[in-house]
Structures are given as structure tokens and as C-alpha cells.
């Protein structure tokens, strides 16, 4: 994922010049346009620290992410599997633009834009792209987990009615 986003981000920034002039892909809808966003997402800012506050967050991230995959031990089950890809695209997504902080005071290359007319969302990038489907993933996953251990608890604690026994509520057999 670091190696695309990076890859894809040179690009942007050697044939996508001036800066800020749209280049149509897909008509009006998708177009690639070179941005440079010294913030966070959204294009959020925090002044002149920017750079160094949301590099620090994201190196707060990686660890947490890192410590949730580490957490998650080796992938046995389907959702354990879609868990580790979810943390994967989401740390290889805050990686990259963490290395893109890192290699340009300029702030994290952004040239993906997409849109109708003046209608248009904000600017992103491949990595931003992983960490939204990533983040998406993951929580989707572990409210699969939460909702499967819940009906498992419950199950647990549901009567066990056998064959023959009378239903709770309902007469006994006559005598």
C-alpha cells in the first residue's frame, strides 16, 4: 500500500503541474488535480505546526493500529482475516502520508478529484483511500464479532428444552 501510494503520488506531482489546474479523466466527474494539503484530512489546519501536530497523530495511529493487529493473533477465522486486511490498508493508508509529511514541507500530495461541476468532494490520495476503506472495514468487522459473541451469550443462556419435556407455561401430561 505505501509503495502504490508513493508511486502514485510521484506521478501526481511530475506530470499533474502547475498545481491546482484540473486534468479530466472521466469528464467532469473524475479529474486529477495536484494539491498539496499541509493539514489533515479535509484539509484541517492548525496553523504552522500543522505539519508537525498531524505527524505526530499519525504516528499515534500507527502504533495503535499496530498494537489491534498484534492483538488480533493469527487469522483463523473469515473475520479475523478481514479484521488484519482492515488494519493493513488503514496503517499502509496513515503511513504514507505520514512519509509524505516527512519528505516535503509542502504538507501530503493529494490529485484525486472527484465530483460534478462546482459540486466537488475534497481532494484526496491513494493512501487517504485505504485508510477510509480500512476504517470502514474495521468497524464493520468488529460489530460482525460483537453481534456473533452476543447471540454466542445469549445461546449460552437460553433453556435448554428436550425432546418430550413440557413447554415453560404449558399443562403437564395428565395423570
Do not use: C
Not at 479530466?24 to 473524475?30: K, L, M, P, Y
Not at 490520495?125 to 472495514?137: K, L, P
Request: hydrophobic share 50%; charged share 20%; glycine share 10%.
Amino acid at each position: 500500500m505505501i509503495a502504490l501510494d508513493l508511486i502514485t503520488k510521484l506521478l501526481a506531482e511530475r506530470y499533474l503541474v502547475p498545481r491546482y489546474v484540473p486534468h479530466r479523466i472521466i469528464g467532469d466527474f473524475v479529474r486529477f488535480t495536484l494539491a498539496y494539503n499541509p493539514g489533515a484530512a479535509f484539509s484541517m489546519s492548525l496553523g504552522p505546526y500543522s505539519r508537525f501536530i498531524f505527524g505526530t497523530f499519525a504516528v499515534i495511529a500507527l502504533v495503535v493500529l499496530w498494537r489491534l493487529y498484534r492483538l488480533s493473533g493469527p487469522a483463523q477465522r473469515a473475520g479475523d482475516r478481514l479484521r488484519i486486511l482492515a488494519l493493513g490498508l488503514a496503517w499502509g493508508g496513515a503511513a504514507g502520508n505520514l512519509l509524505d509529511r516527512v519528505r516535503s514541507p509542502l504538507g501530503v500530495v493529494d490529485f484525486i478529484d472527484v465530483g460534478l461541476s462546482s459540486w466537488r468532494f475534497w481532494t484526496f490520495n491513494v493512501a487517504d483511500s485505504a485508510v477510509t476503506v480500512g476504517a470502514v472495514m474495521l468497524a464493520w468487522s468488529l460489530s460482525r464479532e460483537e453481534r456473533q459473541e452476543r447471540h454466542a451469550r445469549e445461546a449460552a443462556h437460553a433453556p435448554v428444552v428436550r425432546e418430550g419435556d413440557a413447554t415453560p407455561g404449558a399443562p403437564g401430561p395428565e395423570t
